[in-house]
C-alpha cells in the first residue's frame, strides 16, 4: 500500500497529544488565511517546505497568504480547486505520459481547518476524519483505506485509529516536527519535518 507522504499532509497531513500551550507555542503574530490554514499556518508565512523520507514539497505564499506556487522532489503538474468561500477543495497531480496520480479532496470545518481529507492515487485511497486542536492541527483520525485497484483480484480494507504529537514548535506558533502513528499494522509510521520562511 502506498502512502503519499505530502498530501497526507496536504493533509499533509498532519497535533498535539500534549497541550499545545508552552511557552514556546506563544506566537508573534495570529495572522492566517485560508490558504495557511490549509497546511496548518499562522503568520506572514513566505514558504512552506516539507521534508519526508521520498523526498520534499516546497509551498509559496504572497504577502496576503495565498498560495501561489509548488514544487516537489519530482516535478510533477499540479492543479487545485476553490470553493466560493476561496478555499482549496481539491488538488490533483500527475505523472506526465502514466496512469500514476494523486488526489485529494478536502473538508473545511466552521473554523476553516481541514476536518475530513481523502487521499486517492492509481491503487489505493485513504480517508481520514480527523479531530483537531486550538490551533486546527490533527490530535488523532479515524482512518480507512481501500488497497487495490477496480479489476483486481482482491481489493482490501483496512481501518484504525491515527495519532498525531508535535514535539517541535517555533516561536510564530507553527509546528516544525510531526510523528504520525497508528496500532494498525496496515498503517505506515512516519515522521514530517517542517522548514518555514517568513516574510520580513
Same mark, same amino acid.
Given at each position: 500500500?502506498?502512502?503519499?507522504?505530502?498530501?497526507?499532509?496536504?493533509?499533509?497531513? #498532519?497535533?498535539?497529544?500534549?497541550?499545545?500551550?508552552?511557552a514556546s507555542a506563544q506566537v508573534k503574530s495570529s495572522f492566517t488565511s485560508p490558504d495557511l490554514k490549509w497546511q496548518?499556518?499562522?503568520?506572514?508565512?513566505?514558504?512552506?517546505?516539507?521534508?519526508?523520507?521520498?523526498?520534499?514539497?516546497?509551498?509559496?505564499?504572497?504577502?496576503?497568504?495565498?498560495?501561489?506556487?509548488? @514544487?516537489?522532489?519530482?516535478?510533477?503538474?499540479?492543479?487545485?480547486?476553490?470553493?466560493?468561500?476561496?478555499?482549496?477543495?481539491?488538488? @490533483?497531480?500527475?505523472?506526465?505520459?502514466?496512469?500514476?496520480?494523486?488526489?485529494?479532496?478536502?473538508?473545511?470545518?466552521?473554523?476553516?481547518? #481541514?476536518?475530513?481529507?481523502?487521499?486517492?492515487?492509481?491503487?489505493?485511497?485513504?480517508?481520514?476524519?480527523?479531530?483537531?486542536?486550538?490551533?486546527?492541527?490533527?490530535?488523532?483520525?479515524?482512518?480507512?483505506?481501500?488497497?487495490?485497484?477496480?479489476?483486481?483480484?482482491?481489493?482490501?480494507?483496512?481501518?484504525?485509529?491515527?495519532?498525531?504529537?508535535?514535539?517541535? #514548535?517555533?516561536?510564530?506558533?507553527?509546528?516544525?516536527?510531526?510523528?504520525?502513528?497508528?496500532?494498525?499494522?496496515?498503517?505506515?509510521?512516519?515522521?514530517?519535518?517542517?522548514?518555514?520562511?517568513?516574510?520580513?
Amino acid at each position: 500500500m502506498k502512502h503519499n507522504l505530502f498530501l497526507s499532509l496536504l493533509a499533509v497531513s #498532519i497535533a498535539c497529544i500534549m497541550p499545545c500551550e508552552s511557552a514556546s507555542a506563544q506566537v508573534k503574530s495570529s495572522f492566517t488565511s485560508p490558504d495557511l490554514k490549509w497546511q496548518q499556518l499562522q503568520g506572514h508565512v513566505k514558504q512552506l517546505k516539507i521534508i519526508g523520507e521520498y523526498g520534499y514539497a516546497v509551498y509559496n505564499f504572497d504577502r496576503q497568504g495565498n498560495f501561489i506556487s509548488y @514544487h516537489d522532489s519530482f516535478g510533477y503538474p499540479y492543479k487545485i480547486k476553490r470553493n466560493k468561500k476561496g478555499q482549496i477543495v481539491e488538488w @490533483h497531480q500527475w505523472m506526465d505520459e502514466t496512469d500514476f496520480y494523486n488526489d485529494a479532496e478536502y473538508v473545511y470545518n466552521n473554523d476553516g481547518y #481541514i476536518y475530513r481529507e481523502t487521499t486517492a492515487s492509481e491503487a489505493d485511497e485513504d480517508v481520514y476524519v480527523y479531530v483537531l486542536n486550538k490551533q486546527g492541527w490533527p490530535v488523532s483520525a479515524s482512518w480507512k483505506c481501500e488497497d487495490g485497484e477496480m479489476g483486481d483480484e482482491e481489493v482490501y480494507h483496512h481501518k484504525g485509529t491515527v495519532t498525531y504529537s508535535y514535539p517541535n #514548535i517555533d516561536d510564530h506558533g507553527n509546528w516544525l516536527r510531526c510523528d504520525v502513528k497508528s496500532t494498525s499494522p496496515y498503517f505506515r509510521n512516519y515522521t514530517e519535518t517542517r522548514k518555514i520562511t517568513y516574510w520580513e
